[in-house]
């Protein structure tokens, strides 16, 4: 059974910075691309970043410069390191990653971490 488990949300100010952490934990044989996404009360959810198991990202165009995904292999974890948090950035934000486990290679989410900015 794999698990994702997401953590480093919170109530933050405008222009502060948070640094969300997803863990993934269970039977793993390899874990190829994880990610970021979120989704905003009333829209849909969105991608924030990428990141394959060499090192590629990929970033949602509006969030570059201000976003830095990166991951440990060693200890089957991606971060995501938020800078000048703006209101808008206020989400639930989820991570996914592509991971083969004892017998196939599935697609899992973990269940969110909110970050909530505001003055």
């Given at each position: 059974?794999?698990q994702?488990?997401e953590?480093g949300?919170?109530?933050?100010?405008?222009?502060?910075?948070?640094r969300l952490s997803c863990?993934?934990?269970?039977?793993?044989f390899?874990i190829?691309?994880?990610?970021?996404y979120r989704?905003?009360?009333?829209?849909q959810r969105?991608?924030?970043?990428?990141?394959t198991?060499s090192?590629?990202?990929?970033?949602?165009?509006?969030?570059k410069g201000r976003f830095?995904?990166?991951?440990?292999?060693?200890?089957a974890?991606?971060?995501?390191?938020?800078n000048?948090?703006?209101?808008e950035d206020?989400?639930?934000?989820y991570?996914?990653a592509?991971?083969?486990d004892?017998?196939s290679r599935?697609?899992?989410w973990?269940?969110?971490?909110?970050?909530?900015?505001?003055?």
């Amino acid at each position: 059974q794999v698990q994702l488990v997401e953590s480093g949300g919170g109530l933050v100010q405008p222009g502060e910075s948070l640094r969300l952490s997803c863990a993934a934990s269970g039977s793993i044989f390899r874990i190829y691309t994880m990610g970021w996404y979120r989704r905003a009360p009333g829209k849909q959810r969105e991608l924030v970043a990428s990141i394959t198991r060499s090192g590629i990202t990929n970033y949602a165009d509006s969030l570059k410069g201000r976003f830095t995904i990166s991951r440990d292999n060693a200890k089957a974890t991606v971060y995501l390191q938020m800078n000048s948090l703006k209101p808008e950035d206020t989400a639930v934000y989820y991570c996914d990653a592509n991971i083969i486990d004892g017998s196939s290679r599935g697609h899992y989410w973990g269940l969110g971490t909110q970050v909530t900015v505001s003055s």
